[in-house]
């Protein structure tokens, strides 16, 4: 113990023992090490898979207690107001049917079942909207556009899947573990939507921006923008979106000298305040569909 | 193992789980997109009492864990943490110091206030070097211009959080199992 330096009470900066010197940069050179490493894509995804799946599932049990206080501090509309926000979602459900091919004697089933009052999805024809409610945001710090959600694979949420808040476009799945799932936002800046402009069709990308919404840029370099064009999920080939889901409203339009235009588009929700999302989980394949006649529809 | 390392261990474990829970399910959802950071806090905090061996192990440790629950590479927040546990370890007051408020200049409320302050200035420093290093990497979600803009209102949260957290962790640390090897031995060289 001879290397513990004596604190005067003058002396505001410790010394760091040898030991504690040589800790520091091992482990500054580990966690550069593990930078690297997850830089290069290899080695760690299941090491993720394990602590998101419980740190998924320890959400849920916080979000149970916590929950309610905290939505009530963040002004989020509780239990009376969140049968409209369903409401809200049942209609996009009703919107996708019109997208999607239609198959009308689901239709009925999916009516009987909603007036027993016992699912929370609604199997429509081909997809389905899958009430999930936010449990957490993020985690550790601000930069990361995730929200986790209270249902999993088991409930049939699978990565790549499209959520909305039922006014429009919130983000997609990211990830889905056994009970929870973590949803990356249209808003985070590495993430691109194929969008397109309702008023003359003009097709393009649309990246998150943040807190500023969008920034939406036409594939045709002679785009003609106007301020107040909608936006909405665009064509769904190279895109994971579903198609025909409102982005926001262009809010300006920029021209640079080289003649690119991109707008600023104000996002249809905000990514900060988001409470009972949708998730759209497409139709299970006839044959699992054949064996498994629950598929889709999930008892509360 | 020794015992006491043990439930130092335990302890520890224990404190890193139930703050990431509450950033995640309380605190981040009602100051986002600022990155105030309650685990940061908790790092800075135990240091601020037992010196940068306990700071570096919890926040290389809080930092790995949360690390892997976003989508950022693992040891950003590991090292950031890392250096909040050094830097605030680095400038500890020992307990015996606090604990003798009776017959040294500096009451306990003062050393409080001090450890609050400097929490959160190490935690709001933490978050932007943390943002600079994402961006610098050119990974998703982190923005320069944000990170930036929310360094004040970051300094702010974290000192709100700090207030309590420094408060509880003083309190925690009296008790002699929890405390580190290094700090019951400067008690001793004092006594």
């Known amino acids: 113990m001879a290397s513990i330096t004596r604190v005067g009470p003058h002396r505001l900066l410790r010394r ?13 050179v580990v966690a550069i090490g ?31 207690v916590l ?11 509780s239990a009376g107001s969140n ?6 979602l049942r209609a996009a459900n009703e919107q996708l049917r019109g997208q999607l091919s239609a198959a009308e004697q689901q239709r009925s089933d999916a009516r009987q079942l909603a007036r027993l009052g016992s699912i929370t999805a609604v199997q429509a024809d081909g997809a389905s909207v899958l009430a999930a409610r936010v449990v957490a945001i993020g985690a550790g710090e ?5 929200v986790t959600l209270d249902k999993g694979s088991a409930d049939g949420l699978a990565a790549g899947q499209t959520v909305t808040d039922g006014a429009g476009l919130v983000g997609r799945v990211l990830h889905a573990d056994k009970t929870s799932a973590v949803v990356l936002l249209a808003a985070d800046p590495g993430s691109g939507v194929g969008a397109r402009d309702s008023r003359n069709g003009e097709i393009g990308i ?7 919404g969008f920034t939406f840029r036409p594939l045709n370099p002679d785009a003609k923008l106007k301020v107040g064009d909608q936006l909405s999920t665009g064509p769904s080939q190279d ?17 640079s000298t080289d003649g690119t235009v991109t707008a600023h588009v104000k996002p249809v929700s905000s990514p900060t305040s988001l409470d009972v999302l949708g998730v759209v989980v497409p139709a299970a394949p006839p044959d699992s569909a054949a064996t498994d006649p629950a598929a889709g529809v999930t008892p509360r | 193992m020794t015992r006491i390392g043990l439930l130092r261990v335990i302890a520890a474990l224990t404190a890193i789980v139930t703050a990431l829970l509450l950033q995640g399910s309380v605190v981040a959802p009602l100051v986002a997109p600022t990155p105030v950071s309650l685990p940061a806090v908790l790092v800075a905090a135990v240091a601020l009492v037992d010196g940068p061996g306990a700071g570096l192990a919890l926040g290389f440790s809080a930092g790995l864990v949360a690390d892997l629950t976003t989508r950022h590479p693992v040891g950003v927040l590991a090292l950031a943490w890392l250096l909040v546990g050094v830097f605030c370890g680095a400038l500890a007051v020992p307990r015996v110091e606090v604990s003798l408020g009776a017959v040294n200049p500096t009451p306990v409320r003062h050393v409080l206030m ?4 400097i929490a959160a200035v190490a935690c709001a420093a933490s978050s932007l070097g943390a943002a600079l290093l994402l961006t610098a990497l050119g990974k998703d979600g982190a923005m320069l211009t944000p990170a930036f803009a929310h360094l004040l209102p970051t300094l702010a949260g974290d000192a709100v959080l700090a207030v309590p957290v420094v408060v509880l962790a003083r309190m925690m640390l009296r008790w002699a199992h929890l405390r580190a090897p290094a700090a019951s031995a400067v008690v001793s060289a004092h006594g």
């Open chain 1, 16 to 28: 760091l023992t040898r030991r504690q010197r040589l800790s520091t940069l091992l482990l500054s």
């Open chain 1, 34 to 64: 593990f930078i690297t490493l997850d830089l290069g894509g290899s080695g760690l995804e299941s090491a993720h898979t394990g602590v998101r799946g419980s740190f998924g599932a320890l959400y849920r049990g916080t979000d149970s």
């Open chain 1, 67 to 77: 929950g309610p206080a905290r939505r009530w501090l963040q002004g989020l509309p």
């Open chain 1, 83 to 88: 049968e409209a926000k369903l409401d809200d």
């Open chain 1, 142 to 146: 601000g930069f990361d556009w995730t």
């Open chain 1, 206 to 212: 649309s990246t998150g921006a943040g807190m500023d």
């Open chain 1, 239 to 255: 895109s994971s979106y579903l198609a025909g889901l409102a982005i926001g409203t262009i809010t300006s339009v920029t021209t």
């Open chain 2, 114 to 117: 001090r450890d609050a302050v």
